[in-house]
């Protein structure tokens, strides 16, 4: 895009609606399946008539469910990264456990896509104080599981203050040196996220203003948003009705508008190498193909 004021990352965070903590905790249940995967090719279509590309972290539970609309979204050139296994809460599963969804995942995505699978984000951005050497062990090479936001009763924030793409020391001073952060963006002064359910609340021109401010701090906007939220979702009892707000066609309408804004939108990696002056990505060698 020509005459833009600077990159940014509008990230997918690759889940379904039944993997969703909200659909899990209900007391109700649909038979409805791949709840999500419209949303999908709705976000390739986007980018692509846009020329944009985009880091996809996915559930890699869904190569066993749905293999091919995974490599659908490696064919469409975007960068594949993982979001665990699972999608469970990584604070609420024993160490190994949490070993085994960090190995586990970054294999299966590796495997089928034939990418090097090196980015990483927590479900809810909930990490754990052996976070860093886990995905170090597993073979990662970045995580993009902070958010600096303000606290936020029953959700998350309050933790960190990073707001820049950094190495993982900035976050935890004992991390290894190799890794590194792209924290997910907050509206300035504010605090508060700027895409996920924020997005929905405050409407897209919040997040477009966000933007801007950021771009004018040097900041790259890292934003997120899921494949469910752009479809008809199916009425479950004991879902709040939060998840409900604006999906659809109100968010698909949304998306296209942050897409419309005057960045350059880019990967997760490259946001990282152009703005972690130094850093490389490690050639650890684990789980999988590598790009050669």
């Known amino acids: ?12 965070d690759v889940e379904l609606f039944d993997q969703t903590p909200a659909y899990r905790s209900a007391s109700g249940t649909t ?11 709705f ?12 880091t996809c972290f996915v559930v890699s539970s869904l190569v066993e469910r749905y293999p091919a609309d995974v490599e659908a979204l490696a064919d469409a050139g975007f ?27 970054r294999d299966r995505l590796a495997s089928l896509t034939g990418q090097s699978v090196t980015g990483f984000r ?3 951005f909930d990490i754990t104080d052996d976070h860093f050497d886990l995905l170090a062990d597993a073979g990662y090479g970045y995580d993009s599981s902070i958010v600096a936001s303000r606290t936020i009763p029953g959700w998350y924030g309050g933790e960190y203050d990073l707001d820049r793409p950094a190495p993982a020391t900035a976050v935890d001073p004992d991390a290894p040196a190799d890794l590194a952060e792209l924290p997910a963006s907050v509206m300035p002064g504010l605090r508060l996220p700027l895409t996920g359910t924020w997005l929905r609340f405050f409407g897209p021109r919040y997040t477009a203003l966000g933007m801007r401010l950021l771009a004018r701090r040097g900041i790259v906007p890292v934003l997120y948003v ?12 004991g879902v709040p009705a939060r998840v409900y707000y604006r ?10 508008y ?32 590598q790009e050669g």
């Open 79 to 105: 960068e594949i990264a993982s979001h665990t296994h699972s999608h469970q809460l990584l604070s609420e599963l024993s160490a190994d456990d949490r070993r085994e969804e960090l190995a586990a995942s």
């Open 247 to 256: 999906t659809g066609e109100w968010m698909r309408d949304a998306v296209e």
């Open 226 to 237: 899921h494949p469910w939220e752009l479809v008809g979702l199916p009425e479950v009892e």
């Open 43 to 54: 976000f390739r279509e986007a980018l692509r008539d846009r020329g944009a590309t985009t």
């Open 1 to 12: 895009m020509s005459d833009t004021v600077g990159r940014a990352v509008l990230s997918i």
């Open 122 to 124: 927590a479900p809810a």
């Open 258 to 289: 942050v897409l419309d804004q005057p960045f350059d939108f880019v990967t997760a990696r490259t946001a990282l190498e152009a703005g972690v002056p130094g850093w490389t990505e490690p050639d650890r060698r684990a789980g999988g193909p």
């Open 31 to 41: 038979d409805q399946r791949g709840i999500g995967l419209g949303g999908l090719e």
